[in-house]
T-cell receptor, first 114, second 115 residues
Framework: EAGVTQFPSHSVIEKGQTVTLRCDPISGHDNLYWYRRVMGKEIKFLLHFVKESKQDESGMPNNRFLAERTGGTYSTLKVQPAELEDSGVYFC????????????FGPGTRLTVT | AQTVTQSQPEMSVQEAETVTLSCTYDTSESDYYLFWYKQPPSRQMILVIRQEAYKQQNATENRFSVNFQKAAKSFSLKISDSQLGDAAMYFCAYRSASTGNQFYFGTGTSLTVIP
């Protein structure tokens, strides 16, 4: 069974540019989560999808961040326009509806905004 | 909001020795779950062990065990017979049993295993 995959693994962009991160959850997992870790700090929750619906987006930092999950499969997280403080590692995780405690994480996308 | 604190940014252990990673958390809830995740360099996080707060018995998974002290809100991870493959960043995490699905993580502890 394939794990959670994320693309790209690393992205370097300039302040003001746009970046789109992609996450492919494990097949059959209705729950999909985005988290972010800023260097040296804790991993913070951004939002949670159940299928294509946003269940909880309380962690989204501001309206420069837009997450979508069309069709309830893969998800994208767009940052537009990127700011320096958006740099960090963005993790995606997924879980089956029957076990919300078993969150499987992807390897993360390291975003560097210069 | 719940907070998770890992006070040891870095730890090291000799191969075959035992090491304990600390984690404390703050919550007003009585029912919750606690986790330790491991992230090896350039690889994805994997679940090491989890503990349900209503269980008094400490969870154990092979060489990994926890010391769960509910009253003290402490959840330490003990790694016995450390191996080179244990070198990784370790994250402690909390999840409420009643409110939401998000995990609250600590800042992580980087574990080095010395041959």
């Amino acid at each position: 069974e394939a794990g959670v995959t994320q693309f790209p693994s690393h992205s370097v962009i300039e302040k003001g540019q746009t970046v789109t991160l992609r996450c492919d959850p494990i097949s059959g997992h209705d729950n999909l989560y985005w988290y972010r870790r800023v260097m040296g700090k804790e991993i913070k929750f951004l939002l949670h999808f159940v299928k294509e619906s946003k269940q909880d987006e309380s962690g989204m930092p501001n309206n420069r961040f837009l997450a979508e999950r069309t069709g309830g499969t893969y998800s994208t997280l767009k940052v537009q326009p990127a700011e320096l403080e958006d740099s960090g590692v963005y993790f995606c995780a997924s879980s089956h509806v029957r076990d919300r405690n078993e969150q499987y994480f992807g390897p993360g996308t390291r975003l560097t905004v210069t | 909001a719940q907070t998770v604190t890992q006070s040891q940014p870095e730890m090291s252990v000799q191969e075959a020795e035992t090491v304990t990673l600390s984690c404390t958390y703050d919550t007003s809830e009585s029912d919750y779950y606690l986790f330790w995740y491991k992230q090896p360099p350039s690889r994805q996080m994997i679940l090491v062990i989890r503990q349900e707060a209503y269980k008094q018995q400490n969870a154990t998974e092979n060489r990994f065990s926890v010391n769960f002290q509910k009253a003290a809100k402490s959840f330490s991870l003990k790694i016995s017979d450390s191996q080179l493959g244990d070198a990784a960043m370790y994250f402690c995490a909390y999840r409420s049993a009643s409110t939401g699905n998000q995990f609250y993580f600590g800042t992580g502890t980087s574990l080095t295993v010395i041959p």
